[in-house]
């Protein structure tokens, strides 16, 4: 059963208008669960990609792609996931929602075989995480303990094959190439001290 209210006055407005507000408390009584079992670790652990979404502190929406290898996303207890952070834009969108806002909604898809789970919760960005130092290419380290948990019926997903995994999703003994934009003297020079980019640069006496 969901630790959080599945349903506000909007829901329950359309629900009603439907004549669908039976089917919706049918759905969280019998899917809607707050613990992780072990189809759902074995299904997020198994995936290289998810969806996050995040609000700030007015309650503007922010969706972002998050990719990874296989594994990337842990289920280290029955309530809790953990994900790494990895080198992006530098604009913290999402995080820093998380850190105004830790309400977060995570949307895991398998594109292959179509399936997809929902994750609901509070998270918590950290530096100093125990399990930093075992993903490789993390800067950060993202907690989310799950208020609601639940399937979504997969009709709509539109079945796709993973061609190849992005060469720049950071793993153990693998060192991903610094993206192109990087390069670009626009975004170079203002590139964070210590950037890889910005030391190969200065390397090639650019």
Not at 51 to 63: E, K, M, N
Not at 173 to 192: D, I, M, Y
Request: net charge negative; glycine share 8%; aromatic share 10%.
């Amino acid at each position: 059963m969901s630790g959080i209210p599945m349903y506000h006055e909007g829901s329950r407005q359309l629900q009603d208008r439907f004549e669908a507000r039976r089917l919706a408390d049918r759905m969280v009584e019998r899917i809607v669960h707050d613990t992780f079992s072990a189809e759902d670790r074995a299904f997020i652990e198994s995936l290289p990609l998810f969806f996050l979404a995040t609000a700030d502190a007015q309650g503007r929406p922010d969706c972002s792609y998050k990719g990874g290898v296989p594994g990337f996303v842990r289920v280290v207890d029955d309530r809790t996931l953990v994900f790494p952070s990895y080198d992006g834009n530098g604009m913290f969108k999402s995080l820093g929602n998380i850190i105004v806002n830790p309400q977060v909604g995570l949307l895991f898809i398998d594109f292959e075989n179509p399936k997809r789970l929902r994750v609901n919760g509070r998270a918590s960005v950290r530096d100093d995480d125990p399990l930093l130092g075992e993903f490789a290419g993390a800067q950060l380290i993202v907690r989310v303990q799950a208020e609601a948990i639940f399937p979504n019926c997969p009709r709509y997903i539109h079945r796709m094959p993973l061609v190849e995994q992005s060469e720049y999703a950071p793993c153990a003994g693998h060192t991903p190439p610094e993206p192109k934009w990087k390069s670009a003297a626009h975004f170079r020079e203002v590139l964070p001290p210590g950037d890889a980019a910005s030391v190969t640069a200065e390397g090639d006496g650019e």
